[in-house]
């Protein structure tokens, strides 16, 4: 989706703590929120074009009026046509009348090396991909820890197989799996850099090469806040 007009929608609240989270003023502090109704979303987003990408914090960990109101703006944003997006953990299991069809799972599996949480369950993870994600309409995000002062490239690509292997369907269905460079840069040039060291240490580690279906990916807010608004001329 690099490059392509986006309406955010972040949640606040979220039921894991990464150490490297770059929305801690929203994801950390669940009870500092302003409470917005899905219609006036909705009569804001109608306004321009492209996607609609639901972030947070986690979106699906809501009490039920909130997913409620959640899948009636992704019901709304469907009459419209607008293509969808759902920014997730994978850490929790959405009801059988949420609209999971609706829209394009971006999972970001996370493990326990990451900060303290409620961390990845392999079983969760795979009925997800199996009953309501599907290859054509999800992807597999890892984001790997690449900084100078504190490179867990190694350690993050033994958690990253381990997700692989605990979690079948990945490969089986050949799912796209995403690996991004973390998100904190002095500069453009370092985040960049990071990105091409990042390919280079995948395609130095067989094991990730015979995954199926994989690509580097920098993360496009970070590209952006490092960059300035230039970057969307």
């Known amino acids: ?4 007009p986006c309406f955010l929608i972040r949640f606040s609240g979220c039921n894991l703590r990464c150490s490297w989270c770059d929305s801690k003023f929203s994801s950390w502090f669940d009870r500092d929120f302003d409470v917005v109704h899905w219609q006036t979303l909705f009569g804001e987003l109608a306004k321009v ?12 960990w809501r009490r039920e009026s909130e997913l409620r109101a959640l899948a009636a703006l ?3 944003v469907k009459v419209l046509k607008r293509p969808q997006k759902m920014e997730t953990s994978g850490t929790v299991d959405p009801p059988d009348w949420f609209p999971s069809e609706d829209f394009f799972w971006s999972i970001a599996p996370k493990t326990a090396g990451m900060g ?6 392999p079983e969760l993870l795979q009925h997800i ?6 290859p054509d309409r999800a992807h597999i995000k890892f984001v790997v820890g690449s900084r ?30 995403v690996f991004q460079p973390e998100g904190f840069a002095k500069d453009a040039e370092e985040y960049l850099t990071r990105a091409r060291l990042l390919v280079e240490a995948v395609c130095r580690d067989h094991e990730l090469m015979a995954t199926p279906n994989w690509r580097v990916l920098p993360q496009w807010h970070v590209r952006r806040r490092l960059l300035g608004p230039r970057c969307l001329h």
């Open 1 to 4: 989706l690099i490059g392509a």
């Open 49 to 60: 074009p492209g996607w609609v990408s639901y972030t947070g914090g986690e979106p699906l």
């Open 74 to 76: 992704i019901l709304a």
């Open 116 to 121: 303290v949480g409620t961390f990845l369950d």
């Open 129 to 134: 991909l199996t009953s309501h994600a599907s």
């Open 148 to 177: 100078p002062e504190n490179d867990t490239t190694q350690q993050d690509f033994a958690a990253i197989k381990s997700v692989l292997c605990a979690v079948p369907a990945i490969a089986e269905q050949k799912y796209l799996v």
